[in-house]
């Protein structure tokens, strides 16, 4: 087995310490960065993702994963800083103003990291024009919004709504627990995903 | 008004036929209690005045009022005053050092005198029903935080197994306590284990820390010759043979249309479990009266050729539900009342 095939397999058991090891001994056998990370981790927790979504693995499995994952690109960092590797995008997430949930959008960022996209993490509680601002900081390209409160997903309106009157040229996508395609279309959101991994999905169509 | 007869719910409970159609909620907001009530709570703990629950519950046309047994629950630390929260609020146990230094209540040290009290309130033919202070995976989670908990069983199982045999010691010794009451008519075990797209934990974990201790809370509800009733969100297809066969579960509650509608789930279910509520939250909250009775009056139907089934919404009556929608509800169940 390849040492990247060993990575991969290490990063879906979540062993931390072996992917850490063997990131340090794949750079010392010359990788490249960009080959470590995309055939090394990413496609470990790609695996992950499909799995997930198949309900073969559950979130525990997930962010143990990820905590691996996590653990190989800090070690990563600098080489890819160097060598000019570029994330495949930026997205905007966080979850509307009023919830404090975050489950469902930490594992959003975690699909999302592990596809390659860099992830503006606003966090929870967070006001529409806040996701507006951030999108137009960072020039992203997705606006992700979670919401796990009948109370609270109005305020995917209030996004949509703020992002329309200031044409901004970026995607609104949205998910939680009581939103569905129907409401999402009813706000004009673009997307309505219900699990994590097809969110990461559908947002590495757009950058393509 | 109709008068409560518990016979009706426990019809249900048993899967058979109830008399009339049978109202059930897991529980609803104090606000409203006071209004079906027609009086304010007049002192800080509200379930120490159950003749205000029992007013309430009667009025709505229930055959029970629900309420905890008693002030028992396991300290998760400073609460916030929010509406919404995270699973990751706050860890107070993350480490063996931790684990030993959290002080655990006991169920036996509290006083229950209420459940006795209720007798003099409650009228001929009524019960209550007693709920849980959060259940197994509920309140393992308020003491590690969910990722937390995730880490530990990864990290440290022999851990998490303690913590899981902390909680659940405690909470088989409270239901045990408050099933020994005869103003009791059945048991509520609360625990979330869902989230839309599976449980929280693998099945193979909750087989392994949570579902036991479920098995073990139904067996002294059952030694007590009363029903157990499960309220549990989420999605759990996966596990929904172990709560009928092996935790041996008299009632399922909680649906959402998102999951599994109840509609749906009272055609895979019926016969081998009763099915309670399960109108969907989002659908009452944003409804309109007409909307919801003619669902409700067309899952009341279904519900009383096999039987088996008590009308109510898809897990609890908060606030932010309008009052007229809840009275819409109960209305199908024969309750008319003007508020």
Known sequence: MSILNEMSEALQKGKKKEVEELVTKAVGEGFTPKQILEEGLLAGMNIIGTRFKANEVYVPEVLVAARAMNAGIALLKPLLVSSGVQPLGTIILGTVEGDLHDIGKNLVKIMMEGKGINVVDLGVDVPADRFIEAAKEHDAKIICASSLLTTTMMKMKEIVDKARAENLSVKIMVGGAPVNEEFAKSIGADMYKDDAASAADYAVTCFQ | ?339
Request: proline share 4%.
């Open chain 2, 1 to 339: 008004m109709r008068e409560p007869c518990f016979d009706n719910l426990l019809k249900v409970l048993r899967k058979q036929v109830p008399d009339r159609p049978t109202l059930f909620e897991f529980a609803l907001n104090d606000n409203l209690v006071e209004i079906l009530a027609g009086e304010r709570f007049t002192h800080g703990s509200h379930e120490d005045q159950p003749e205000i629950f029992i007013k309430a519950f009667k009025k709505a046309g229930f055959d029970y009022a629900s309420l905890r047994g008693s002030a028992f629950r396991l300290d998760w630390g400073e609460q916030g005053a929010k509406h919404s929260k995270s699973l990751n609020e706050k860890s107070l146990i993350y480490d063996t050092a931790s684990f030993e230094k959290y002080t655990w209540a006991n169920p036996e040290d509290y006083d229950y005198s209420r459940l006795e009290r209720a007798r003099q309130f409650l009228p001929d033919g009524m019960k209550l029903i007693v709920i849980g202070p959060g259940g197994v995976l509920e309140n393992v989670i308020e003491l590690t935080g969910f990722d937390n908990l995730c880490y530990m069983l990864a990290d440290e199982p022999e851990l998490v197994e303690a913590i899981f045999n902390n909680v659940g010691e405690r909470l088989v010794k409270y239901y045990e306590i408050c099933a020994s009451f005869d103003t009791v008519g059945a048991l509520v075990s609360n625990d979330d284990w869902g989230f839309n797209t599976g449980t929280m934990l693998s099945p193979a974990d909750m087989r392994k820390y949570v579902f036991p201790w479920h098995k073990k809370i139904v067996e002294v509800i059952h030694k007590a010759g009363k029903p157990a009733i499960l309220h549990s969100c989420g999605n759990l297809k996966e596990v929904m043979d172990d709560i009928i066969y092996d935790m041996g579960y008299d009632a399922k509650h909680s649906f959402e249309d998102k999951i599994f509608p109840v509609e749906k789930a009272y055609d895979e279910l019926a016969g081998k479990i009763a099915v309670l509520g399960g109108i969907d939250m989002d659908f009452v909250a944003r409804g309109t009266p007409e909307e919801i009775k003619k669902r409700c009056m067309a899952m009341l139907e279904k519900g009383m050729e096999k039987g088996g089934y008590a009308l109510g919404t898809g897990n609890s009556v908060p606030d932010f539900i309008p009052v007229q929608n809840f009275l819409a509800i109960i209305s199908c169940a024969g309750v008319d009342i003007k508020l």
